[in-house]
């Protein structure tokens, strides 16, 4: 029931991606990233400034995403123009919750005019607004001037990162919708979980406790993922955040071992294979 959730979840999350590239902008929802450009090869120190004068080292990215698992440091990525004014409410997404890295910058003229600077992990969305990844809205002043957008990118994580551009209820509409399927998944987790711990108390079977822990992890490693995790336990800031989600899913892992071990009962059925996953 776990993987079938989880792979549900996935395809979802895939739908959403595949839905939100469209080309045209007549479409409520623009990948910004699909077109642009990116630069890999800057000294570390390298500011807004410095890029600018750089345009011509910028290569064509041909994916609608940055992969992380291809690209091990941050990047720099100059957005295929756009029409901003085509927008109501505009507003850019980055739609990945495990960004060390997210700063967005507007430029016109060769000079920044409007910036949106963060902490790690900044793309997580506050507790009080809808959705695992924060949206922002353009000011009025800065879409009517039509500027150049630039992003400075980097997880240390396997992820991907696309950039999306859409009106402020386009992205609102994603967010409840990821919501409610966040409550179901999280309701299915709640029931499985309680089930198999009054199955624990009433057989006395370590087999279920493991099971419990295994199905908890489960749960932590993706709301981890996704940013659900540290929207609500507030964990923003601090260690645990940046090693959510290995942790979680190395004592999932665990858990699934040692379920296996107990539900098999491999150290009579099979010793041999019991002392090799011991290992």
């Known amino acids: 029931t776990a993987i079938a959730c989880i792979f549900i979840y996935s ?3 895939y739908s959403f991606l595949i839905k939100a590239m469209p080309e045209q902008e007549k479409d409520s929802i623009i990948n910004i990233t699909k077109h642009s450009l990116v630069l890999t090869e800057f000294p570390d120190s390298a500011s807004i400034q410095w890029v600018l004068q750089a345009k011509d080292k910028f ?4 994916a609608p995403f940055v992969n992380f698992a291809e690209i091990s440091k941050p990047v720099w990525l100059k957005a295929a123009p756009i029409k901003l004014s085509s927008f109501s409410n505009a507003s850019i997404m980055i739609d990945q919750a495990r960004m060390k ?3 967005i910058y507007f430029v016109k003229d060769s000079s920044v005019i409007y910036k949106i600077e963060g902490e790690p992990y900044a793309t997580i969305a506050d507790l009080e607004f809808p959705g695992n990844i924060k949206s922002h809205l353009l000011p009025g002043s800065i879409v009517a001037q039509q500027p150049d957008i630039f992003l400075k990118l980097y997880s240390d994580e396997v992820v991907i990162a696309p950039v999306f551009v859409a009106p402020k209820y386009s ?9 409610i399927f966040f409550g179901m998944y999280t309701g299915v987790m709640i029931i499985m979980f309680t089930y198999n711990l009054f199955l624990f108390f009433s057989v006395k079977d370590s087999s279920y406790l493991n099971y419990i822990f295994c199905i908890f992890f ?3 490693t993706q709301t981890a993922l996704q940013g659900y995790f540290t929207n609500y336990f507030l964990l923003n800031e ?5 090693i959510s989600v290995c942790l979680f899913a190395n004592l999932g892992l665990e858990a699934s071992i040692m379920f296996t071990q107990s539900f098999l009962n491999t150290k009579v059925n ?7 996953i011991n290992i």
């Open 218 to 220: 489960t749960w932590a």
């Open 101 to 103: 890295t997210s700063d």
């Open 59 to 62: 290569k064509p990215l041909n």
């Open 238 to 242: 601090g260690w645990l955040n940046n």
């Open 11 to 13: 395809r979802l999350s």
């Open 270 to 276: 099979a010793p041999k294979n019991h002392k090799i």
């Open 171 to 179: 992205f609102d509409n994603i967010f409840a919708q990821r919501d």
